[in-house]
């Protein structure tokens, strides 16, 4: 084909093409993944509401065409295929906290978002009490190393626990945490995400540990809470209202178009 019909026709015949054959694009030139292949990502247009809907200075969660949420065991009755239908294309579920808590909500939400064929995967709360080998032991324990899962995620924040206050220097932070990082890589072969607020983020510099982050920004873009930040979600809410979940839910975007997102899946699931 001619040079420049090839240029005309290009990004028309992209266009018409599965999200599923764009993540193939996106792998060529690359060595085969040691993992399942990926199965067709369904997106729906995302149609959510939020009970303290926000005025966004800059640029708005709607800027951004794939949005997920995060649930735990205060996030129960999911309909996921009405919550998925509804614009839902992922799903963080809370796992393990500490050393010795698993959310009793977890093995309910993982096989259910897995039947409606929601890409999900699973988190960690941090425990400032507890070092980072115990923390990972325990959450290789409770969570299946599992085909199509999505990456792992450390969950750092500042302590809201009575019974460990302790904030510790960021450079215990960063060291500790990036022995769970490190562990969990090695056996899931994924390098977990970090989601993080405003204010641990600032204190503790762990935006220099080697990882994806999802950042938590609630009143403004993330370009304006975390200047200068690399990142690849963003949690814009914690009062969504999305049909199929009752009550309210956190709501997240991923920083991309749909072709990006298929890509991202492609490189990263198992």
């Known amino acids: 084909m001619p040079a420049d019909l090839t240029a005309r026709l290009l990004p028309r015949i992209l266009t018409l093409l599965p999200i599923a054959a764009l993540a193939l694009l996106a792998a060529c030139g690359r060595p085969a993944p040691h993992h399942r292949p990926m199965a067709?990502?369904?997106?729906?247009?995302?149609?959510?509401?939020?009970?303290?809907?926000?005025?966004?200075?800059?640029?708005?969660?709607?800027?951004?065409?794939?949005?997920?949420?995060?649930?735990?065991?205060?996030?129960?009755?999911?309909?996921?295929?009405?919550?998925?239908?509804?614009?839902?294309?992922?799903?963080?579920?809370?796992?393990?906290?500490?050393?010795?808590?698993?959310?009793?909500?977890?093995?309910?939400?993982?096989?259910?978002?897995?039947?409606?064929?929601?890409?999900?995967?699973?988190?960690?709360?941090?425990?400032?009490?507890?070092?980072?080998?115990e923390q990972a032991d325990w959450f290789i324990r409770n969570v299946p190393r599992e085909a199509g899962a999505l990456p792992p995620v450390l969950d750092l924040e500042w302590p809201r626990s009575r019974n460990c206050p302790h904030r510790p220097d960021g450079a215990h932070v960063r060291r500790e945490a990036r022995i769970f990082l490190d562990r969990l890589e090695a056996h899931y072969g994924q390098r977990p995400i970090i989601y993080t607020t405003p204010d641990f983020y600032k204190d503790t510099g762990i935006g220099s540990l080697r990882a994806e982050f999802w950042l938590r920004a609630v009143t403004d873009h993330p370009s304006s809470v975390y200047p200068g930040a690399d990142w690849t979600f963003w949690q814009h809410t914690g009062t969504g209202l999305i049909r199929g979940i009752p009550g309210k839910v956190d709501i997240n975007a991923f920083r991309g178009s749909p072709a990006a997102w298929a890509g991202w899946l492609q490189a990263r699931r198992q």
């Open 40 to 133: 067709p990502v369904t997106l729906s247009a995302p149609r959510f509401d939020d009970a303290k809907p926000v005025d966004w200075p800059g640029r708005t969660p709607r800027a951004y065409a794939v949005h997920g949420i995060d649930i735990s065991r205060w996030n129960t009755g999911i309909d996921w295929p009405v919550a998925q239908a509804a614009g839902v294309s992922f799903a963080f579920i809370k796992a393990t906290e500490g050393g010795d808590h698993i959310d009793p909500e977890f093995r309910h939400h993982w096989a259910a978002a897995r039947r409606a064929g929601v890409p999900r995967g699973a988190y960690h709360f941090w425990y400032h009490c507890r070092s980072g080998a």
